[in-house]
């Protein structure tokens, strides 16, 4: 059926540029006009930030594309910021037109107070720079009030989090990568409140090295992913659920909202540190020099299939029992650090009767993932979604160096998965058992989640440094849309 037409709301002779042209602001949310040679409009739900009343003339603060202002063109472009002034001599008629548009403005349910996070020492250390350069003059743009913290170390997000009333907010802004957006999704779910509190909406405008979520989002409706689209998404208030993953060890859980690696993956990300002076080359770089020099660990993987997936592994029993004396890895690590039984304490899932299946290794690597992207030129999970309940397994057991380069330089495509090499399926619930090296068995391998360290064995990368949990046996399960993000679909 063919839609019907849009009606006007209000229509008004205004000076534009010094032209009387007829404007109508209609109820599918547009403003239109003419300029003479060509019919222009304005998409105020996609385009338009705010308004400012400057006596007779009404200024809309927008963001177009080309610097058009032409919404009704269906061409893809850069978008910039640009101010549309309308001059009306009557009083009655600017009151009435601002009435409206505030009352329009008002019904597409965006934010109005947000608190933002700037983590100045992430990445290129480009995060204050692009607060003051793109994030907050939009935000102001859009009228929406701001507070703001710069955070001074590691974890003082999350700590900020765990106390913050969030009663004053709208929503959570964390201009970084994905690390700040990690402390504060673990702050909201230790929280006494948790279970409103998790509720509350997060932005991530990207800004530091990985950039992987604000990546997923942006991504999935085909745009770029830079800070002004993601400030956009903010701005315009629309949301969707996140599964969280409970990473578990005894009393110890992490929560996870991107991704677990162990094996291949874990020792790029980490390892390459101490080549960091190197810039974003060093990831790459250290890659080659894995795979030239290929380690594989033995250990064993159970996990309970998503529906479809059934084929994969062995049949096996539920195996995430006590992990007490099972690390003889690294007999140094201190004791896992206890966290308090209040906040939230996992999906409530009874994972011993559900039906699990193992693989044993050795392994190449282990990966899983809850969003496509584990950074901006890393497509690990072509097919993960945000809110499925599921994490995206990818495998690799044994694969000769050739092709295992070939495969890892596919991954800004995801065409990885492709590979005879990789098996790539959905799982409910995990459980990691990891072994040690399998040419030096006093030797252990380094467990990453969302970019931090979990565990680290004997004889890794600084396995004197204290660690979340030891580097033993830990299981993970998913809860549904548990978190909200704003996103720009």
């Known amino acids: 059926m063919d839609q019907p037409e849009s009606q006007p709301l209000i229509s008004d002779r205004f000076l534009i540029n010094g032209t009387l042209t007829s404007v109508d602001f209609c109820d599918d949310g547009k403003i239109r006009w003419s300029d003479g040679h060509t019919d222009r409009c304005l998409a105020v739900e996609k385009e338009v930030l705010g308004f400012a009343s400057e006596g007779s003339r009404i200024r809309i603060r927008a963001i177009v594309?080309?610097?058009?202002?032409?919404?009704?063109?269906?061409?893809?472009?850069?978008?910039?910021?640009?101010?549309?002034?309308?001059?009306?001599?009557?009083?009655?008629?600017?009151?009435?037109?601002?009435?409206?548009?505030?009352?329009?403005?008002?019904?597409?349910?965006?934010?109005?107070?947000?608190?933002?996070?700037?983590?100045?020492?992430?990445?290129?250390?480009?995060?204050?720079?692009?607060?003051?350069?793109?994030?907050?003059?939009?935000?102001?743009?859009?009228?929406?009030?701001?507070?703001?913290?710069?955070?001074?170390?590691?974890?003082?997000a999350k700590a900020v989090t765990q106390t913050l009333d969030l009663s004053k907010y709208d929503g959570l802004v964390c201009v970084s990568g994905d690390g700040i957006l990690v402390?504060?999704?673990?702050?909201?779910l230790e929280r006494d409140d948790w279970d409103s509190a998790i509720k509350m909406p997060i932005g991530v405008v990207p800004a530091g090295t990985g950039n992987g979520m604000a990546k997923s989002l942006l991504d999935s409706v085909g745009e770029p992913c830079s800070p002004i689209n993601a400030v956009l998404a903010i701005i315009r208030g629309h949301k969707c659920s996140l599964d969280v993953a409970t990473i578990l060890q005894g009393e110890t859980k992490f929560f996870s909202v991107l991704m677990l690696a162990w094996g291949l993956v874990a020792d790029i990300d980490i390892e390459s540190e101490k080549y960091r002076w190197m810039g974003s080359a060093r990831l790459d770089f250290y890659a080659l020099q894995r795979i030239l020099h290929l380690r594989k660990y033995n250990g064993c993987i159970s996990f309970v299939p998503a529906p479809g997936f059934e084929a994969f592994g062995e049949p096996s029993t539920y195996k995430g029992g006590s992990t007490s004396g099972l690390n003889t890895f690294n007999p140094s690590q201190e004791e896992p650090i206890k966290v308090q039984q209040d906040g939230y304490q996992g999906p409530n899932i009874e994972l011993e009767k559900l039906q699990w299946r193992t693989i044993d290794g050795p392994f190449v690597s282990i990966w899983l993932h809850n969003v496509p992207w584990g950074a901006e030129d890393t497509m690990a999970a072509p097919d993960a979604k945000f809110s499925d309940g599921c994490l995206d397994l990818i495998i690799i057991r044994d694969c000769p160096k050739l092709p295992l380069l070939a495969l890892m330089s596919e991954l800004n495509k995801g065409n990885h998965i492709k590979s005879p090499y990789v098996m790539y399926f959905k799982v409910k619930a995990f459980v990691l058992e990891p072994g040690p090296r399998t040419e030096d068995p006093t030797k252990g391998g380094i467990i990453d989640s969302d970019g931090e360290v979990l565990a680290r064995g004997n004889g890794t990368y600084k396995c004197d440094q204290k660690a979340l949990m030891a580097y033993d046996s830990l299981r993970i399960a998913v809860d549904q849309g548990l978190a909200t993000v704003f996103s720009p679909i």
């Open 65 to 156: 594309e080309n610097g058009g202002g032409l919404c009704c063109v269906g061409s893809r472009g850069k978008l910039v910021r640009k101010d549309f002034v309308f001059e009306i001599a009557s009083a009655d008629s600017h009151r009435l037109w601002c009435q409206k548009l505030r009352e329009y403005i008002d019904s597409l349910g965006r934010p109005k107070r947000l608190f933002v996070f700037v983590n100045p020492f992430g990445g290129k250390k480009s995060a204050s720079k692009i607060f003051l350069d793109v994030v907050s003059p939009l935000l102001k743009d859009a009228d929406i009030q701001l507070t703001i913290q710069e955070t001074k170390h590691q974890l003082h």
């Open 183 to 188: 402390e504060v999704v673990n702050g909201l």
